[in-house]
């Protein structure tokens, strides 16, 4: 069984590098190279806090970006190229296949965000060697704070609830509406917390309760977003992490469970 | 596209052609353009309405992404405060400042530079800025709600107080609140102290700036705190110079045309210049008979300092 995920996983992760899909941490590092340069004529000695925030905003955008558009693919493009017909004869499980297209997905993000914290790190080790005087500028938080690993944990983590949205969507829609059903979630999922505080604002003690049944089947994502936290050098706990991690992790098994259960009703004969 | 048109791509046309034959393309639209922009002016953009003005509105839509818009507004309010600063016009209301800065701090309510350089921009007086202490204040009232720990916020208020509005209670009171927070340096009571017993002497001044200088980690706050002890350093050349001029003026009934009649007459050993290395200018019909040049970086000096000493004729 795992042999079979792992292989369907490394798949997708061979053809997200043959659909150059990596090229994107070229785009990061030229944006944040440039950016480093030019913010620091503009920002009035602010460049360690809005190198952060820029580093941080474009990993956000451009892992938002890999985990919605090539995850509304990853069922949809094999049955429209009739390739599923050819694995589904194979002794590959349908669960198997799905698990498998989100993990290679999964593992896709694990290297672009890797590789972009990384990218991050040099830009301000190359900022603080170049200006040395910089690290005591820096009052709020250090340069190289280590902290900003918990921001890009937990916004893995989020892609990884984002990608296994897309996957569901993608079992039984095209990849347009699919995108469109991904995002729209992914916005409510900002807002979410007002559904939680509906019943305060409504007379109809339905609507409240409704209200609260959508604040729990939803994504709730705003909590993934620790990002001005630590820039501003402001305590985020490990246990924090751990358990918006965890509620993260269990919701995309939700969502992949969900997506099995579609996929494997699906008629291909 | 046909096979001889394929054929030639691969073998004839060289991708060097056709990038040049893009570039010609592009050259040719860029100058079709230019022509059409002179021929048809576009009415020009106001900036209003490029930027909102709702913080909370912006901050809900911002979907985590509220720290990177709170940026783009602090690099806008600098630019909007030093294009105002330098421009020609006379019209220099600086209208946004306070906008930007409202919305830069509720996208980002812990955004440090933007309480404290908020401030100083919001606080010098026109032309150089708009002279609202009043938003000042409430500014850096906003930050301490935000971070009560801040005591620079309680300090930057008591400064706003002390140097722009002359109000040497409220700035003792604003010292005071802020050597009341825990973390402030000790000096901080001593100098809510001196404020109420000296107010607006310029050695107290000088001390206050000294120890922002000095004790600040924030290189602008530094600039600044240097600026302000450089404009006091001026008057205290511009008092001692006019001591001279008065000497001139008892001695051949006559200001000095130009310094080199003083240093002709060996009172003094060259062109006076102020701190930014501007020389100074003599107008008769200045206080003292001396002031300092307009073109100076130090300019204006500030009112409240300068001693009553009456024209020199």
């Known amino acids: ?269 | 596209m046909d096979a001889p048109a394929a054929r030639g791509l691969k073998g004839g046309v060289s991708a060097l052609s056709l990038l040049a034959v893009a570039a010609l393309l592009w050259g040719a639209a860029l100058a079709l353009q230019a022509y059409r922009e002179a021929r048809h002016p576009q009415p020009p953009v106001s900036s209003d309405v490029l930027y909102f003005r709702g913080g909370a509105a912006v901050s809900r839509a911002a979907l985590g992404f509220d720290a990177i818009l709170a940026d783009v507004y602090w690099i806008r309010a600098i630019q909007h405060f030093g294009g105002t600063r330098r421009s020609e016009s006379g019209d220099k209301t600086y209208a946004q400042l306070y906008p930007l800065l409202d919305l830069t701090t509720t996208l980002d309510p812990h955004f440090n530079v933007a309480y404290r350089f908020g401030a100083i921009f919001l606080a010098e007086e026109h032309p150089n800025g708009p002279g609202r202490t009043d938003q000042a204040i409430a500014l850096l009232e906003r930050g301490l709600a935000a971070d009560p720990e801040r005591w620079q916020y309680a300090q930057d208020a008591g400064f706003v107080h002390y140097w722009w509005r002359q109000d040497y209670k409220a700035a003792a009171e604003w010292f005071d609140r802020a050597s009341r927070i825990e973390g402030a340096p000790w000096w901080l009571r001593s100098m809510a102290a001196t404020t109420l017993a000296e107010g607006g002497d310029r050695q107290s001044s000088r001390q206050l700036w000294q120890q922002l200088y000095e004790t600040t980690d924030d290189a602008w706050v530094r600039d600044n705190a240097q600026l302000k002890l450089a404009q006091l350093r001026a008057l205290d050349d511009i008092d001692a110079l006019a001591v001279i001029v008065r000497r001139f003026v008892d001695a051949r009934g006559r200001p000095p045309a130009a310094w080199d009649e003083l240093v002709a007459m060996r009172w003094l050993a060259g062109i006076p210049r102020d701190p930014s290395g501007t020389p100074y200018e003599l107008k008769p019909d200045a206080q003292g008979g001396v002031a300092l040049s307009e073109r100076s970086s130090l300019s204006p000096l500030p009112p409240q300092f300068t001693r009553k000493t009456g024209p020199t004729t």
């Open chain 1, 1 to 269: 069984m795992g042999r079979v995920i792992g292989l369907v996983a490394y798949h997708v992760f061979k053809e997200s590098v043959r659909d150059k899909v990596l090229y994107n941490l070229v785009l990061f590092a030229v944006l944040m190279i440039g950016a480093s340069y030019l913010i620091g004529q503009l920002t009035a000695g602010q460049d360690v806090k809005i190198i952060k925030d820029l580093g941080l905003a474009a990993s956000s955008v451009f892992g938002l970006f890999i985990a919605v558009f090539i995850g509304v693919g990853l069922v949809w493009k094999e049955v429209d190229r009739r390739s599923v017909y050819n694995l589904l004869v194979k002794p590959v499980r349908r669960y198997e296949f799905i698990v498998g297209k989100f993990l290679g997905l999964a593992l896709t993000l694990a290297v672009n965000i890797a590789v972009m914290a990384a990218a991050l790190y040099a830009v301000l080790g190359l900022m603080t060697w170049l200006q040395p005087g910089l690290g005591k500028a820096a009052v709020e938080a250090p340069v190289m704070d280590p902290q900003l690993l918990k921001a890009f944990a937990l916004l893995y983590v989020q892609l990884l609830v984002v990608t296994s949205v897309a996957l569901f969507f993608s079992t039984f829609s095209g990849p347009m509406l699919s995108a469109a059903f991904t995002f729209g979630l992914y916005i409510v999922g900002h807002f979410n917390a007002d559904l939680a505080h509906f019943d305060s604002v409504v007379k109809s003690q339905a609507a409240g309760w409704l209200g609260k049944a959508l604040y729990y089947a939803l994504p709730n994502l705003a909590p993934f977003d620790v990002k001005a936290a630590v820039v501003h050098g402001q305590p985020v706990s490990a246990t924090y992490v751990a358990l918006t991690s965890g509620y993260g992790l269990l919701y995309a098994g939700a969502m992949i469970t969900l997506a099995v259960i579609v996929f494997s009703r699906r008629d291909f004969k």
